[in-house]
């Protein structure tokens, strides 16, 4: 097929989607985590996460701001709460839900995951700059600010 635009040339193949980009970053991110390096599974970082930047949040907030099914967010935090990093309280002010805090332990294995996570990032994202991994950063906040998980 000929390029209309461009008469004799073949039309240019689109370009690979971002969505695709930061699926594939995204496993290659996690193919690199691995359980010696980081101390803990990327689920359990990325909840850990979460409880530290949002506290005093329901369990029901958590999980659909994470996208996880109840279910997931119930296995998930009984294994943090089994490794004492996270526990859940009944909300005083409503007994059907659970409030769910990160302990003080929570935050040290998530700052040694976290600084272990930095290697990874130096070898995923090795061929951006300083100021271009911190624009990627401030674009990917900007782009999650105003995600509204399914349902949520």
Do not use: C
């Not at 600084?115 to 994202?125: H, N, P, R």
């Amino acid at each position: 097929m000929i390029d209309p635009a461009v008469p004799g040339k073949p039309p240019a193949r689109p370009a690979t989607g971002t969505i695709v980009l930061l699926t594939r970053l995204a496993r290659a991110v996690y193919l690199h985590s691995s359980l010696d390096l980081v101390g803990m599974n990327l689920r359990n970082m990325v909840v850990l996460a979460y409880l530290r930047d949002h506290p005093g949040v329901s369990q029901q907030a958590m999980t659909e701001h994470l996208s996880m099914d109840s279910n997931t967010g119930v296995l998930v935090l009984n294994d943090l709460e089994d490794l004492e990093y996270a526990e859940r309280r009944r909300d005083p002010s409503d007994r059907r839900r659970h409030i769910v805090t990160i302990t003080d332990a929570g935050l040290e294995a998530l700052e040694r995951a976290e600084a272990a996570q930095g290697s990874i990032e130096d070898e995923i994202l090795g061929g951006l700059s300083a100021g271009e991994r911190a624009q990627l950063r401030r674009l990917l906040v900007k782009a999650l600010e105003d995600h509204d998980p399914p349902g949520g």
